[in-house]
Every structure is written in C-alpha cells, then in structure tokens.
C-alpha cells in the first residue's frame, strides 16, 4: 500500500535558524513526490515536483531533495512568513493520478 | 501556475439541507477533478476522483449517495452534500490537473476549501 510519513509533526524554529523537515515513502512505482504549503483555511499551494532520486529544486528558502525511500525540504533562514504546513504526497506509476498525501509538518517560525 | 476556483469559501446550513460546492479550472481544461475532504490538523483524504462526462470513482468507506459528484464540463466539477449532518461539517477541497503540453504534468493545483459547517 502507498504510504507517505512526514516528521516531524511540529517544527518550531528562530527566525534565520535553518531545518529540514522529512517526507518519508512507499509507492510502487513512483510517478512523482510533490511539495506543498497549506496555511490556515487554505487549498494547499504547489511547490516542487521530483521525479527521480538525485533530483533537487530550489525555490528562495525552500530546497527539495529526493531519494529512493525520502525527501527532504530543506529551509534556509526562515523568515515569520514561512510559518505554516507543508504537505508531502506522492503519485504511482498505476492508479491514474491519485495523490497520496501525509500528515504534514507545522512550522512555526519565531521573529 | 494553473488556477483552480472554489465557491463557495465557507458555507453553513441546516441539518438535513443539501449543499453544492463547485470547483472550476480557470485557465486550463481539467479532464480530472479530485475531491478531498480535511479533518482538523490532519491531511487531506481523497473522497473521489471526478471523470469529465463520467461517472465519479469513489475512494473505499465514502457514501456515493451522500456525495455527489457531478463533472459535466472540462472546467466545472460540483460536490453535493446531500442530507448534511453535522458530521458532515469539514473543510472541502478540490483539485485540478492541468494536462499541459508536451510534458505530462503531473503535479495538481488546488482550490481555495470550502468550510462546510452543519448545523
């Protein structure tokens, strides 16, 4: 069964303190892991998309890294602004384009 | 980019009253439309995927007669909650695939939610 694990539940960070917050997954056959934030009664908001395992994107403070069996977001000196949930999800190959998401991760980015 | 619209942002109503929510690709043509559904500090759960002048496929444990799904044209999908009862009240959200060109695209973009309160 599809599964996607992200950790931690909550980050709680000083403004300029960079993290990284954990996507953990299992997919047969991965099409493609997303990236995405939420912020409070909100839709979800796009972020990246990787493909294969070695793949990286940036964009400003946020870096996405993808292997076999992870991917990492990484935040460069987060600012108050970055504070809110970010969702990682994946796609099989099979299943048409159903999107499998986690939990999320909470940040909380401190002035 | 894409941009996917929901309407309404937040609804409430009666208890046993039908409520529509609507989702439309703004930009784009959507052969398939998602519906997800959120419980507080949880993630999303996908609720159906909508087919575009088809029927809906409905994910394990979802009512297909409390939930209707309705996805007459590439850029509208709609959601009724039928009889709503306060169990029903969630955060309601949709999302589009934009086929793109060349490239299959695969990523999704989302509504903005509907706040479905029952009362």
């Known amino acids: 069964e599809d599964q996607v694990t992200q950790s931690p539940e909550a980050l709680r960070l000083q403004e300029g303190e960079s993290s990284s917050l954990n996507c953990s997954y299992t997919?047969?056959?991965?099409?493609?892991l997303f990236w995405y934030r939420q912020d409070p009664g909100k839709g979800p908001e796009f972020l990246f998309t990787?493909?294969?395992a070695g793949e990286e994107k940036e964009k400003e403070r946020l870096k996405a890294t993808l292997t076999k069996k992870e991917s990492f977001l990484h935040i460069t000196a987060p600012k108050p602004e970055d504070s809110a949930t970010y969702l990682c999800a994946v796609q099989a190959r099979t299943g048409g384009f159903k999107t499998i998401f986690g939990a999320g991760t909470r940040l909380f980015v401190k002035a | 980019g894409a941009v996917v619209s929901q309407h309404p942002s937040w609804v409430i109503c009666k208890s046993g009253t039908s409520v529509k929510i609507e989702c439309r690709s703004l930009?784009?043509?959507?052969?398939?439309m998602f519906w997800y559904r959120q419980f507080p500090k949880q993630s999303l759960m996908l609720m159906a995927t909508s087919n575009e002048g088809s029927k809906a496929t409905y994910e394990q444990g979802v009512e297909k007669d409390k939930f209707l799904i309705n996805h007459a044209s590439l850029t509208l999908s709609t959601l009724t909650v039928t009889s709503a009862h306060p169990e029903d009240s969630s955060f309601y959200i949709c999302?589009?695939?934009?086929?793109?060109?060349?490239?299959?695209?695969?990523?999704?973009?989302f509504g903005q939610g509907t706040r479905l309160t029952v009362v």
């Open positions: 997919v047969s056959g991965l099409r493609g």
């Open positions: 999302s589009a695939r934009d086929p793109g060109t060349g490239r299959v695209n695969t990523e999704a973009f």
């Open positions: 930009d784009f043509q959507a052969t398939t």
């Open positions: 990787l493909y294969s």
